[in-house]
């Protein structure tokens, strides 16, 4: 059982940064794969980025390629979302998620979100 927190959302200006926190529990966070999503309203949840559980390619959405950077820190159970140029397009709540690996996200662990609003 994993439980995820985020943390870092709020009001930014366009061009702005901010940077998503997730703090997980559990001694296995090391061996989850983590990733950040995104739900805009009305709109599906959509795929932001993720990073496997060691090593490996690290994915990101077309949409976010370039701007955002996905990292994690395995002795603070954390994962971060570094998100520059922001757009008035990420507006969206931004959910973590932690699953045994990328491809099985859909079906893992999820935080309760946090808001995201880019003005113009």
């Known amino acids: 059982q994993v439980q995820l927190v985020e943390s870092g959302g709020g009001l930014v200006q366009a061009g702005g940064s901010l940077r998503l926190s997730c703090a997980a529990s559990?001694?296995?966070?090391?061996?989850?794969?983590m990733g950040w999503f995104r739900q805009a309203p009305g709109k599906e949840r959509e795929f932001v980025a993720a990073k496997p559980n060691s090593g490996g390619i690290t994915f990101y959405a077309d949409s976010v390629k370039g701007r955002f950077t996905i990292s994690r820190d395995n002795a603070k159970n954390t994962v971060y979302l570094q998100m520059n140029s922001l757009t008035p397009e990420d507006t969206a709540v931004y959910y973590c998620n932690a699953a045994p690996s990328i491809a099985t996200m859909m079906s893992g662990y999820w935080g309760q979100g946090t808001q995201v609003t880019v003005s113009a």
């Open positions: 559990g001694r296995t966070f090391s061996s989850y794969a």
